[in-house]
């Protein structure tokens, strides 16, 4: 479903029905003003909907082969791949939230602690993106000083 749109000079370009974009989760509304990001939203790039596209038709085309021995039959479901972006969009969303209130719940432990050996609020607050970056890197197995250099530990 393409629409035309005239363009600047005479010159026109196709447009994409919105939902159709939105559906496969492409759709870029024009830039907020608001520097906080949406976590309820994930605009995925062409390369992550073509592999996920790829992916899903190979995973469902492999399950239709796998139960019903026909060609054809595995051409018909794998086109059911093409909501596989759509899966992959959610379940990005879902684990971004999860990340979220991770390093949430380490700024309110990083706080706390700071809190209770007694420094003000003002400079628990200002250390606290300091603590939680270092228990990020460990627990991902990275070194990290307070000098902010990062080398991965063996």
Known sequence: ML??????G???RFQRNK???EWAGIYRPS????ALPDYNEYHMKSSEIAVSVVCGAVV??????VFFKSIPAMLVLALFGLYAPV??????????????????KQML???SS????GKSVESAFQDAPLDVRLALSESRGYDCQRTGNYRQTP
């Not at 379940?91 to 971004?96: E, L």
């Open 3 to 8: 629409k035309w749109q005239a363009g600047s």
């Open 10 to 12: 005479g010159i026109g």
């Open 19 to 21: 939902w159709i974009s």
């Open 31 to 34: 830039k907020k003003t608001s």
């Open 60 to 65: 469902m085309g492999g399950v239709a082969f």
């Open 87 to 104: 899966l992959s969009r959610r379940q990005r969303i879902v684990k971004r939230k999860a990340q979220l209130k991770l390093q949430f």
């Open 109 to 111: 432990a990083a706080l």
């Open 114 to 117: 700071s809190l209770s050996a």
